[in-house]
C-alpha cells in the first residue's frame, strides 16, 4: 500500500502498458484517473481491477489537443481532489519505413507521442 492516499493521472491507461501500470498502481493503494480514447478498454480495466475498481475512474480524452488536457485536469481534481503522479504513457506507433510512412501517419504520431506529452 505505497502509494495509498496517492492519486494519479495514466495517459493510455485503458491497455497495453498503460493497463498494467494502472492495475498496479491500483494494488498500491492508489486512486487513478485513466485518460485514453477507448472507453471500452477502460471498462475492461476497471474490471480487472476487482476489489479496487472503485479507485480506477475514466476520461475520454485526446491528449493532442491541449484545451482538452486543460478540461481534463480540471476534471480530474475535481473527482479526485489533487493529482499526485502523472504517467505519460500515451502513444501510438505507424509500423511502416519512413519511405511507406503516410504524411497523416507521420503526424499522427508526432502529435499522440511527443505533443501529447507536452500537452499533459
Given at each position: 500500500m505505497e502509494l495509498k492516499g496517492r492519486t494519479a493521472v495514466i495517459t493510455g491507461g485503458a491497455n497495453g502498458i498503460g493497463r498494467a501500470t494502472t492495475l498496479a498502481f491500483i494494488r498500491e493503494g492508489a486512486e487513478v484517473m485513466?485518460?485514453?480514447?477507448?472507453?471500452?478498454?477502460?471498462a475492461e480495466t476497471k474490471k480487472m481491477a476487482g476489489d479496487g475498481s472503485d479507485r480506477v475512474h475514466f476520461l475520454s480524452v485526446d491528449i493532442r489537443n491541449y484545451e482538452k488536457v486543460e478540461e481534463a485536469v480540471s476534471e480530474s481534481v475535481k473527482q479526485l481532489g489533487k493529482i499526485d503522479i502523472l504517467i505519460n504513457n500515451a502513444g501510438v506507433?505507424?509500423?511502416?519505413?519512413?519511405?511507406?510512412?503516410?504524411?497523416?501517419?507521420?503526424?499522427?504520431?508526432?502529435?499522440?507521442?511527443?505533443?501529447?506529452?507536452?500537452?499533459?
Open positions: 485513466i485518460w485514453d480514447i477507448d472507453a471500452e478498454q477502460a506507433t505507424a509500423d511502416a519505413t519512413l519511405k511507406k510512412m503516410t504524411s497523416e501517419q507521420w503526424q499522427k504520431v508526432i502529435d499522440v507521442n511527443l505533443t501529447g506529452v507536452f500537452n499533459c
